[in-house]
């Protein structure tokens, strides 16, 4: 089972930034896509920005030219650096490999982003 570690949230201004790190458990995940999600409060898991192994990278049209989604193979690891921060933001960030079967990879306990205005 994948073991994935969300960091790097916390309370910031409108208008500041933040950079989340997802820690995950294996190399496995260097083959696979990863995706950034997040929760607000009252609200379903939405799907934030992605990035393949080769690097193409895709934005919910509400973060698209303020989050950047980034990797590094070597260290199994996916971050967002998360700018221009909205009040909207705030929610708690999630990690996953959707590509990756239910029963080999889980959601960790995810890292909460809260902007204040």
């Known amino acids: 089972q994948v073991q994935l570690v969300e960091s790097g949230g916390g309370l910031v201004q409108a208008g500041g930034s933040l950079r989340l790190s997802c820690a995950a458990s294996?190399?496995?995940?260097?083959?696979?896509?990863m995706g950034w999600y997040r929760q607000a409060p009252g609200k379903q898991r939405e799907l934030v920005a992605t990035?393949?192994?080769?690097?193409?990278?895709t934005y919910a049209d509400s973060v698209k030219g303020r989050f950047t989604i980034s990797r590094d193979n070597t260290k199994n690891t996916v971050s967002l650096q998360m700018n221009s921060l909205k009040p909207e933001d705030t929610a708690v960030y999630y990690c996953?490999?959707?590509?990756?079967?239910?029963?080999?990879?889980?959601w960790g306990q995810g890292t909460q982003v809260t902007v204040s205005s």
């Open positions: 996953n490999a959707p590509g990756l079967a239910t029963k080999y990879i889980s």
């Open positions: 294996g190399s496995i995940v260097r083959g696979f896509v």
């Open positions: 990035i393949s192994s080769s690097g193409t990278t």
